[in-house]
């Protein structure tokens, strides 16, 4: 069992910081996660969060602690995934409002080096990003963005004792709506987002491949947070249209990770994910 930070990211407007992670070689058994935060990577490390469970992130909230979040502050977090009697704590990670796309684990950074490397130049890219990530943000809410439901794929959780075989460690029979076939029981995590639906893909063809071949791929772009996953999925809300996400690249602009690019594939009416009931899911994600 390991646990990993994989997204740390800013809302300076809002004043908050998103944390993300995931969970390799995960237990069978519903885990519960326990977030941490210090301003040195040594700690003393404040407990933020407790016992959360069927999540894969935590908004970190500034408003009560004036001053702590600013442009010229570096903070540190770490994770600790607890199961069955068993605790095991990520690396810190540390957000120095700067220009790398994802947090950067503490043992591959020296402390004084990150220290020098403060400059007014930072401070300028830090600024930018943060106008440019705003910029994008307005846009979607104003003006472009479509409501949809981010369903997360379950990598880690309970096993699904319907359609799961752990001896063979695969499934064995396929249309299960207790796991929607990704053999952890729920499937999915659905997170409230807003995408902006892009033109419709180039149909790819060669010289070498006879007649035309149709590919049915629809792009969106999002937020750069949630990391957003292969093989997750994205609902629309407001047609219902499914989609599987085939890959994911990240949009930079100077070095900036601005936005997530999505390209995935529209799911068959009769798959079993349209089991999931979108209806009940209020609320926006707001970061
Ligand atoms: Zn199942």
Not at 28 to 39: K, L, N, P, W
Not at 60 to 73: I, K, Y
Not at 243 to 270: A, G, L
Request: aromatic share 12%; net charge neutral.
């Amino acid at each position: 069992m390991k646990i990993i930070i994989n997204r740390v990211y800013p809302n300076f407007a809002e004043q908050k910081m998103y944390i993300q992670w995931e969970v390799e070689s995960p237990p069978s058994v519903e885990a519960t996660f326990d977030v941490f935060r210090s301003e040195s990577p040594t700690g003393g490390f404040e407990q933020i969060a407790s016992n959360l469970r069927n999540t894969y992130f935590y908004v970190d909230q500034f408003e009560n602690t004036p001053g702590f979040f600013s442009l010229d502050r570096s903070i540190y977090y770490k994770v600790a995934i607890s199961c069955s009697g068993e605790r095991v704590e990520s690396n810190p990670v540390y957000f120095d409002g700067a220009i790398s796309a994802d947090p950067m684990e503490q043992r591959d950074v020296d402390a004084s080096y990150r220290h020098m490397k403060r400059n007014q130049y930072d401070k300028q890219l830090r600024l930018l990003r943060n106008k440019l990530i705003l910029d994008f943000k307005l846009g979607l809410e104003k003006i472009y963005g479509i409501s949809a439901i981010l369903l997360k794929r379950k990598r880690w959780g309970t096993r699904c004792g319907l359609c799961y075989d752990p001896i063979a460690n695969k499934q064995i029979k396929s249309h299960c709506d207790k796991c929607y076939d990704t053999t952890w029981v729920g499937g999915y995590i659905p997170t409230p987002i807003l995408v902006h639906e892009q033109k419709p893909m180039p149909i790819q063809s060669g010289k070498d491949i006879p007649g035309p071949i149709e590919i049915k791929q629809t792009s969106f772009s999002t937020l750069y947070f949630p990391k957003i996953n292969y093989d997750d999925i994205i609902a629309i809300r407001y047609n219902n249209t499914r989609y599987h996400i085939k890959s994911v690249s990240d949009t930079y602009i100077r070095t900036i990770p601005i936005h997530q690019t999505i390209i995935s594939e529209i799911i068959p009416p009769d798959h079993i994910v349209y089991k999931i009931d979108i209806d009940t899911m209020e609320g926006m994600f707001n970061v």
